[in-house]
């Protein structure tokens, strides 16, 4: 396959006013997939995901992951002078990205009615908390809040604590949605000639991934337990402790699995047909009863041998990685699943997108700095020398 194979949104340009994570993630993506995505940063700030932390060789964490491929533009918005550059830049724009704060965008002229007119093949998407309208419109949203407001923090965790996610899945779910809703943008204007506007909602996100839950609730039903890193409503099915003080994690999920699990691996075959256990739904409410055979068998196993008798078996199982084990996970490195991208600290690993495809290679170009394309994105835009540099003195870049 040749890197210079076409992408399928070379071509497109993105305009993102945008921090944090989840209109980052997004555009990200879409880089990823070919896309000119130009960030547009506060001169001197930057996007505030530039100082969570200093984790790799000093940037961070966030920022390394959610921002390569793409060219970092800083633009002072309040700036008089900033409107020229404003206007040229939409004016190039395929998509608007944008997750400032609530009504942010409106009081700056970028949202889609704004702009329609003068840009009818403009899409723009608006990523929020709580989407536009409704009580909640103007209320302050981050990736923990809103896990707790969708009722995912009550179902994760131990029974006597609920806990969030470990990483930030609210941001990551507008953040695809956010993507999936500019294709489908893109699409639609291919057949209709007009740019459309998406509103992703953080909250309808996670409440749309919260559907199970919800549904095992349905009309006041009781909610899943909270099962630690077990499964709330199969059984066996999470981390079980083995010989030498190390974790496996367990899945079974159906009766012909665990007929062999009893028969091979627990060597009670007669544990398949106990009235406690003899369905899903008598296991999970008799989780502890066989919970406690379980780890007595497997105490008397290393972990290799637990797990050489559940391949052997089919059973699915699962070692319980720390990051230092994702890291040099053998399956990422068989599959050649990383590649160096540059940053101002030198060259970084970075994990291929997911959904390979045969046709061509996605693109994995440098984190920038703050600012650093600012002049070749003015120059581009029809810019020259002089107005650039009193761009500059005046502030507005």
Known sequence: MSNAAPRPLDGITVVSFEHAIAAPFCTRQLADMGARVIKVERPGVGDFARNYDERVRGL??????????????????????AQDVLQRL???????VQNLAPGAAARQGLSFDALHAAHPRLIVCDISGYGEGGPYQDKKA????????????????????????????????AGMY???????????????????????????????????????????????????????????????PVGGGKTIMLGLQNEREWQVFCDKILNQPELAGDERFSSNS???????????????????????????KLEAAHIANASVN???GVWSHPQLRARDRWRDIGSAKGALPAL??????????????????????????????????????????????
């Not at 939409?90 to 608007?96: E, R």
């Not at 008598?282 to 050489?308: C, K, Y």
């Open 142 to 173: 981050y990736d923990l809040l809103i896990q707790s407001e969708s009722g995912f923090v009550s179902v994760t965790g131990s029974p006597d604590e609920p806990a969030k996610a470990g990483c930030s899945i609210s941001d990551i779910a």
């Open 282 to 308: 008598r296991r999970t409410v008799n989780r502890e009863a066989l919970r406690a055979i379980i780890v007595e068998i497997f105490a008397g196993m290393s972990l290799s041998e637990v797990t050489g």
């Open 60 to 81: 961070s964490s966030h920022f390394v992951w959610t921002n390569r491929s793409k060219e970092s533009l800083t633009l002072d918005l309040k700036h008089p002078a």
């Open 178 to 240: 956010a993507y999936s809703g500019i294709l489908n943008a893109l699409l639609l204007r291919g057949r209709t000639g007009m740019g459309s506007r998406i509103d992703v909602s953080m909250l309808e996100s996670m409440v749309e991934w919260m559907g199970f839950p919800m549904y095992y609730a349905f009309d006041g039903a009781p909610p899943p337990v909270r099962a630690g890193a077990a499964h709330a409503t199969i059984y066996p099915y999470g981390p079980f």
């Open 90 to 96: 939409l004016s190039q724009a395929d998509v608007l």
């Open 322 to 324: 720390d990051m230092a």
């Open 352 to 397: 291929l997108p997911p959904a390979s495809n045969n046709a061509f290679e996605p693109r994995m170009d440098a984190i920038p700095d703050i600012g650093q394309h600012t002049d070749a994105v003015l120059a581009s835009l029809g810019f020259d020398a002089d107005q650039v540099s009193r761009l500059h003195a005046e502030g507005a870049v």
